[in-house]
């Protein structure tokens, strides 16, 4: 407040509160040579805290001090401002009027016309700038009339000079009426000023006591800070050899636990590609068995004069497809297939795969369909999700001998960066979901946490390759998906898989095209075969020579370039991807670019490589994947002649 008085005491306070760190410093330290050797090593930290606290108490007490006192100084300053101003303004309003008497020009009445003016809005400025002081309220309440009397009989005058009285408004000008009216004027104004100059004086000295007792509490912090330091180092310098002792012993006993850490790692990693191993050369032992099994019987009835092979045939066949399907599979587990995403509503495609799966897995098995409206859209490959429902769908078949309910599910769902940091391999967003659930026997914890692991079942004999949740959780994870399974034994299985929101340009949703018979060639039709290895290239030429083809055959790029520059009507370029010295990529761009016209069919029997990115082909590419069939074959080699 402006006017109250300033407080005392300042100087005391900072003399009482050394005393008291000096007497706590000596107390403190009489019982921390009786305390153990623990609390001898924290005590000097609570102590040094403390009178840390105490000294960051005082010093925000005297900051705000400081403040308080800053802005009453500033207060001072602009209440008698706000005084000379008024005084002025009276002031202007007299010589304005004395000129424009004596001269009756209106451009000498316009200081005393601007003044006037303004004369009101500066007493309620006084009067604002010092409402929290009594004695300054009461003399401008004396002031008020003088200064409204003065400015009538200003007011007065002029009015007078207007009218052509001049003599009338000489005389009041003279009578000094006005000159005593202006002397006390003045000297209220001067008793205010007055005051504010005493509080001025005052506030100064306030804020000069508080600047020096924020000097001693600084000093007073020093002090405490360089004690705190003095204690914590003494302690210190006693605990270093210890702690160096521990942390070596810690940092032994870490790298003895990683060395044990990487060595159980290995025995897992070695147990895994042992299971996985194992798994691959059992399944591919009873293929090859079925398949040279099937073709010896073939050779050894042919022999005989028996022309009725056809059943073994078959049988080698069904091996040999067998086999593919069991690459594909590993493929898929090890995220390396080939995939054709698009964007499609997984909606439609749970609406017609339900249809089939009512027809496949019995009537035992009720099956509901629970479908979210809104579904976003994802970008994936059709074949690959029809595929992993049906396997879902099939194994929750399994898990139901004596039968139950079925239970598929789409949802919009958004996982968070809590749920991700949860589960390393997912990225946080938003996703659409697919899920699987079946009333079965369930599974117990272990069996959940090796589910995905290749050539692992619970099934018997026969009933299960181990190879559908691994190939599943390679294409999930492939698409940039997440799936993840929740079981309880006697309660049944849900498998969840979330795919990614597409949130690009809508496309149209490709229908697959019913199987039909593929057209076969002409002899007009030239192909140029490029494969390095001799067999697979005899085959691939029996077979385009089967369908009606011309067919020129090369066992490399450098063959393949000199028979393309020989013959002019060559249609198409087969070639493998992965062969020596030459690549079949950079084969099909050095033909293309001699001949522009020439249309290109790669093949080859693994996909990381030059063609296909990430596994997914490049847009534009055409690709049939090894092994193939006649009728595989028969249909690609068309269709890319074909296009356009």
Do not use: C
């Not at 994870?477 to 049944?492: A, L, R, T």
């Not at 390095?532 to 083809?549: F, I, K, M, N, P």
């Amino acid at each position: 407040m402006s006017g109250a008085p300033s407080r005392p005491g300042n100087a005391a306070f900072v003399a009482s509160t050394v005393r008291f760190a000096i007497v706590s410093l000596r107390a403190s330290w009489g019982d921390m040579v009786r305390l153990p050797e623990l609390t001898r090593a924290v005590a000097p930290l609570a102590l040094g805290f403390l009178l840390l606290l105490l000294a960051t108490a005082s010093s925000v007490w005297l900051s705000v001090r400081q403040e308080t006192s800053a802005y009453w100084v500033r207060h001072t300053l602009e209440a008698e401002g706000a005084l000379n101003a008024l005084l002025n303004l009276i002031s202007d309003a007299e010589t304005g009027q004395r000129g424009y008497i004596i001269t009756g020009r209106e451009d000498y009445l316009e200081p005393h016309t601007r003044a006037v003016g303004r004369i009101g809005a500066a007493l309620d400025d006084v009067q604002r700038r010092t409402a929290d002081n009594p004695l300054q309220q009461a003399a401008l309440a004396r002031l008020r009339p003088l200064i409204s009397e003065r400015v009538g009989i200003l007011e007065q005058t002029v009015a007078m000079r207007r009218d052509g009285r001049t003599r009338a408004a000489m005389d009041i000008v003279g009578d000094g009426r006005g000159i005593r009216l202006m002397t006390e004027i003045r000297g209220q104004i001067d008793i205010m000023r007055a005051e504010e100059r005493r509080l001025l004086a005052a506030r100064t000295r306030e804020t000069q006591n508080a600047t020096r007792n924020a000097r001693w509490l600084l000093i007073l912090s020093v002090a405490v800070v360089t004690l705190l330091a003095f204690f914590t180092l003494r302690e210190s310098a006693n605990r270093i050899a210890s702690l160096e002792q521990m942390a070596a012993r810690l940092r032994d006993e870490a790298a003895e636990r990683a060395a044990a850490q990487d060595q159980v790692t290995h025995l897992q990693k070695v147990e895994a590609v042992g299971q996985l191993t194992g798994g691959i050369a059992h399944d591919f032992n009873n293929m090859l068995a079925i398949i040279i099994g099937s073709l010896n019987m073939a050779q050894r009835r042919l022999s005989q004069g028996d022309g009725k092979i056809d059943k073994f045939l078959d049988s080698a066949q069904e091996g040999a497809r067998r086999a593919a399907e069991l690459t594909a599979r590993l493929l898929a587990f090890s995220r390396r297939q080939t995939l054709s995403p698009q964007v499609l509503d997984i909606n439609k495609l749970v609406i017609s795969t339900s249809e089939l799966l009512r027809r496949t897995l019995g009537e035992r098995v009720e099956i509901e369909t629970v479908l979210s409206g809104g579904l976003w859209r994802v970008h994936a490959d059709v074949g690959q999700i029809e595929s992993s429902i049906v396997n879902l769908a099939v194994n929750a078949r399994d898990a139901m001998p004596n039968g139950g309910k079925l239970t598929i599910e789409t949802a919009n769902t958004d996982l968070d960066e809590r749920y991700a940091r949860a589960h390393a391999e997912v990225t946080a967003g938003q996703y659409v979901m697919v899920s699987i659930t079946d009333t079965g026997v369930g599974m117990a914890p272990d069996v959940v946490a090796r589910a995905f692991d290749p050539f692992f079942t619970t099934k018997q004999v026969g009933k299960g390759t181990g190879l559908g949740l691994s190939q599943l959780f390679g294409f999930v994870k492939q698409s940039g998906g997440h799936v993840k399974i929740y079981s309880e034994v006697g309660e049944g299985t849900t498998v969840r898989v979330y795919l990614p929101r597409y949130t690009g340009a809508e496309q149209a949703v490709e229908q697959r095209a019913a199987a039909s018979e593929p057209r076969v060639g002409s002899a007009s039709e030239r192909i140029l075969v490029v494969e390095d290895d001799a067999g697979v290239r005899e085959v691939s030429v029996s077979a385009l020579r089967e369908l009606g083809y011309s067919v020129l055959e090369a066992s490399g790029g450098a063959e393949a370039l000199r028979l393309l520059d020989a013959n002019e009507h060559i249609a198409l370029l087969f070639t493998d991807v992965v062969m020596p010295e030459m690549g079949g990529r950079v084969l099909a761009e050095e033909a293309v670019r001699r001949r522009p016209e020439l249309k290109v069919l790669y093949t080859t029997g693994y996909t990381r490589n030059a063609v296909v990115h990430h596994g997914i082909l490049d847009p534009g590419t055409a690709y049939l994947p090894k092994p193939f069939t006649l009728e595989q074959l028969a249909s690609k080699v068309r269709e890319v002649l074909d296009a356009a």
